[in-house]
């Protein structure tokens, strides 16, 4: 086979993947809907919610677990990685929707984020009491319901995901880490003020390691891995490539986060700067700024009120000190390393480049 | 043996059990513990929070799980059915950390609600930004945590509770069935006041069942029985003890909202009406009262402001208007339904007396 028929057959090998998931997703979300109007009529706002958010997104998780276990020698659209890749993408949909209320994001993906939704809702009917807190109960339970979704489409895999597995120790590690991680950093907005400056690059790198850089990438590789049972061998070469890569790809998005195109990322401009959030780009903007910059970027983190010339400003402020380029430097020092343990997978060359594929998308992306 | 020794033989037997369930809860916290502590230190706070409420509790679920198995032959304190327990305790914890964040609830068995330990941590360490919002955030992160690990825990039960059996299926729909539950809960209270008042006592009658007497009896039971291999003829005739006593359950709960004793269940008097919960309590009164008793009951519910004077007036209306009676008649009527049908299960007489025992102590508690 050429080169070229051979790019071409892991595309369309992907792009059948791809289908199987969506498929096997609304099968999924379909029958949880319909036993859930059995309890009541009204209850079909919470899977609409769900179903929006599954049906749209990356699915950078799903695709890594799935050429994670094509790369251990799990057959081509095996049911086991399919199903994987449902849990996956259910897990991250859970994520998004309580992550959105604890960052007060009011958008997701270019239309409103799930408290929102429920919010309109009570506006729309005129309903009593207070629509913000109707919102945000509603949208806790969603994600609850979501979470528990993702453990029935993790358990359905069967026997390969069983109780004393590889890939359930996996998807346990995965999801007990990225809930510490979070926390971490709603840690780090508030204790963040009062850290000397020095001290904030490398506490907002823990932060994306546990929140971030595990979650997606290392781990869903690794579980899929093992879904094909991979030894600890492969999985440790398998975390030589994802882990630097994750870190990359959460500074990526450190870096979308302030300098992003609301056009493209379908978020305000500067969102992570309203939130409060501690990146390492805001870390390398404090440390590196004058004292004015870095005074005026301090007061301003967190506020809800910033406006589009403010967010400029402090855009100005934190390019100006270094820390972008800095931040970039960063990611491409990771990248390099990524790809060069990338290079020393045993895996057969299309899995590779499905990989390769997918770790550029990760780190070069614009959304 | 003796009346007296075979009851005796039965409480002793509960209270191992209870030993070795809160012996494995223990066991699992440290081991979940220890691993977050590798991720930092600072994830300590959510660990002390879901130990914290896993220590204490009435232990009802575990209870009718472990007796259930007990009445489908499972042995004496079987290793399935602990750890059974042990997964009802955790999701029991999870979902009173998000509901008592859904209610604004400060207070949970006398000491701080979850996400009000968090408030606190924030104000002690006088970090920035916002308490309330921090404690919320950190409150979901640790809800979530711990409904993670009530699957980790489920799971780790073994083939018994493997992809496609029964127990498994069941502990599916109980999360989804509570969840929903809850989201009805909270629909009726925005929803409720526009509502036409002959239909309230309906709708409150339909958020019990799935809230509150599924989850709290019938589900938990009916796991146990599963996992010690009951047939679907034992199954439909615990059904027929446990589902009306989960109803007269939360009636009683509702009941204990309105007009329970602050020193004795740990909760603020008349939490429920501030909170504007919609009870079948409440739906009869609104039926029942004067129209300036109702009135006034119905410009009260929901108002966070509401006095002791003002809940010992909306005391009075209710109970005046018959409806704290009506309420207590079908609290009896559901309870004789129940025991009747206790009496013809094809259970041992030690299980019978058990889940007597638990069965009148869950519909004349005062706490």
Sequence with gaps: MSAQAAASAQQDEQARFRESLAHELTRFIEGRAAAMARVSADVAPLMDAISGLVTGGKRLRALFCYWGWRGAGGEVLGREAVQAGVALELFQAAALIHDDIIDRSDIRRGGPSVHRRFGQLHRDNRWALDEERFGQAAAILTGDLCLS????????IGPAAGSTTAARRIFNTMRAEVMAG???DILEEVVGPSRARSEAVAAAANVIRFKSAKYSTEHPLAIGAALAGADEELLAAYSRFSLPLGEAFQLRDDVLGVFGDPQTTGKPAGDDLREGKRTVLVAYAL?????????????????QDLGDDDVERLREIISTSGALDATETLIDGLSTRAFEALGELPVPADVCAALQGLGLAAVQRAA
Tied chains: 1, 2.
Excluded: K, V
């Design 287 to 303: 440390e590196r700024s004058t004292a004015a910059g870095a005074a005026l970027l301090e007061e301003s983190l967190g506020r």
């Design 149 to 156: 979704f993702c453990e029935e489409a993790f358990t359905a």
């Design 182 to 184: 979070q926390y971490l």
